[in-house]
Structure formats: structure tokens, C-alpha cells
């Protein structure tokens, strides 16, 4: 039984062999997976905390290849469907030396876009505690539809639900309609993790604290915006804080930033079990959870490949000691 359920897309990331090549002259790649939402349940499966997938791949081998890493990864696939509609995604993605990345997805149509709302088990949902969801899943038909079933399951069956916007400009229609469907996310998430881009482009404002209050009148109770390898921040309303994240020799930045969210759902999920809820927390609180969650990001920026470099809970502790003490 899952604690935490995280829907979204599952794709397979080829990666360029090659660092500081444009993808239109890369001729080598290796195939990894990923997936913002998948990323965030491997995560958390390597904090020890029990979760779910819920998504779709095609019914070919490199959905297969997805499946079968999911499950050795720990996490609960009862939610992965398959199709013959289409195949499965495929994100190729290039490297510069510092690990900034270029991306190009091949999904017209993706498999995970194939997902409806007739393929959520409504009891996958109920038995956690926790709903993760994404924007990738709201860029297209019927997967945006299987989204809004989704939170209205986990609104039923009183999940705290958690957003990341996870902004792909590629992907949508149009970035009117992008602003759109996130907004209508926000109003239905109680926790939002989002980066500075993705903040000023659903506020129109640079400054941290100024963004995050438009975004809480939506609806959220919590707002937290990385801001790479300076930190993070996280708003309440009541609170804002700013914690520095810990240096670390970046190899590739893909998937930090769900790293750090698995960890900020692991501790959420620490904290709600002793009757609290993060938007509860007081600021020494509040600064240990950004910590611990920018260390996991940190971390997942030192390997190449987002599976493998998700840390455990030793290895962020590991970190923590040799940073801080």
C-alpha cells in the first residue's frame, strides 16, 4: 500500500554520450529512464517511503524497459497501464559541462498523453496519503482529463495533494493554455514546488516572496520555489524562508529538482504523521526540511541519469554531516 501516489508521465530519457554537443549533432545516446512524476516515486521509494504510479506507457519495449524499472526501483506499478495507441515517450536530452540540459520530446502522441480517466482505480488513490502530480499530464487528451479525476479522488478521499507546474514549453499547445491548466492545478494543490522560471512565468514577478503570495491566494498553503544550486525558498504566509543548498560537482542537473521534491514530501509526510502539516511547521522546522531537501537535489546532481543518482536517507545524512558539522 502506497503513501504516497504520484501520476504523471514515465518516458524514456536518451541521453547524449557527447557533453557540449547541440542534439542536432549528437550521434550516440543511452537510454535512461525518467519522468518528472516517476522520478519523484523512485525518490521517495529510496527514502523508504512506499509508493505508487500511476501513468501509462506503450505496449512496446520500451515500455517494458519502464515497467520493469519501476518495480526494481521499489515502487508500486499496479497504476501503470499500457497501450497500443502510441507509443512510448521518448525525451532526448543533451549535456553541457555543467550539467545544463537541452531537451527534445518525442510525443505526437506519447503514450502517457493515452491515459484516461477510466484507467484510475479510484483505490489506489484512497489508501495514501499523499497525491503528487505534474503539469506534463495536463498538455494533452484524455491524460488532462485523468489528471482532474485523479484530484478529485484524492480530494474525496482528503490526500494532501502536491503540484509541480514542471513548465515544458514544447510540450503545450500554446503557453496560454499551459498558464491555464496550471492555475487550474494550483487551485486544487495545498503544497506547490516550483523554480524561478515557472514562478515568474504563472506571477509575471522576479522576486521570490512577491510571486509566492500570488500563488498562495490560489489556493496553496505552501509554496516552496528552488532556485538551483543557490537554495530554495518556501512561503507560508506566515513564514518565508530562505536555506542555502550545499555545494556539490554537478555532473547533470536532470531530475534535481525531483529529488528535492521527494524528500520534501518524505519529511511532509514525517511531520503529518505527528499530526502536523508543513504549512504548521515553525521556521527552525521548516529550515531542517529545505536542508534535507536540498541536499537530495544536490546529490542527484552528481550523477548522470536520474534513477541512479536519487540518494537514500544515509547518503543526504551523509552530506548533511560533512557540510554542516
Not at 100 to 110: D, I
Request: hydrophobic residues 40%.
Amino acid at each position: 500500500m502506497a503513501k504516497v501516489v504520484c501520476m504523471g508521465e514515465v518516458v524514456v530519457d536518451m541521453f547524449s554520450t557527447q557533453v557540449e554537443v547541440p542534439l542536432e549533432k549528437v550521434n550516440s545516446y543511452i537510454a535512461v529512464p525518467g519522468g518528472g512524476c516517476a522520478n519523484v516515486a523512485v525518490g521517495l521509494s529510496r527514502l523508504e517511503i512506499k509508493s505508487g504510479f500511476i501513468g501509462m506507457v506503450g505496449r512496446d519495449h520500451f515500455g517494458k524497459f519502464l515497467a520493469n524499472a519501476l518495480a526494481e526501483n521499489g515502487v508500486d506499478v499496479r497504476g501503470l497501464k499500457f497501450t497500443e495507441k502510441a507509443r512510448t515517450t521518448l525525451v532526448f536530452v543533451s549535456n553541457t559541462k555543467t550539467g545544463e540540459r537541452e531537451f527534445e520530446f518525442f510525443r505526437h502522441p506519447g503514450a502517457d498523453m493515452m491515459l484516461s480517466p477510466e484507467d484510475i482505480e479510484e483505490h489506489l488513490i484512497a489508501e495514501a496519503e499523499i497525491f503528487h502530480f505534474g503539469s506534463i499530464s495536463m498538455s494533452g487528451e484524455p491524460s488532462f482529463y485523468a489528471t482532474l479525476k485523479c484530484l478529485e479522488y484524492s480530494r474525496r478521499h482528503n490526500l494532501v495533494i502536491s503540484f509541480d507546474p514542471n513548465l515544458r514549453p514544447h510540450v503545450w499547445k500554446d503557453l496560454r493554455q499551459a498558464k491555464e491548466r496550471i492555475k487550474e492545478g494550483l487551485k486544487k494543490s495545498q503544497l506547490v514546488r516550483m523554480n524561478i522560471s515557472e514562478l515568474e512565468f504563472l506571477t509575471g514577478e522576479n522576486d521570490v516572496e512577491k510571486g509566492s503570495n500570488k500563488i498562495l491566494k490560489l489556493g496553496p498553503k505552501t509554496v516552496i520555489v528552488t532556485d538551483g544550486e543557490r537554495g530554495s525558498y518556501l512561503s507560508t504566509g506566515k513564514l518565508f524562508r530562505f536555506v542555502k543548498a550545499p555545494e556539490v560537482q554537478a555532473v547533470d542537473t536532470t531530475g534535481c529538482g525531483d529529488g528535492f521534491t521527494a524528500a520534501i514530501l518524505s519529511r511532509m509526510l514525517y511531520w503529518k504523521e505527528k499530526g502536523r502539516f508543513i504549512w504548521e511547521l515553525n521556521a527552525d522546522e521548516i529550515d531542517e526540511i529545505l536542508m534535507f531537501a536540498n541536499t537530495a537535489g544536490a546529490l542527484t546532481a552528481t550523477k548522470k541519469g536520474v534513477f541512479p543518482a536519487l540518494p537514500t536517507y544515509n547518503q543526504i545524512q551523509q552530506l548533511l554531516r560533512n557540510t554542516f558539522l
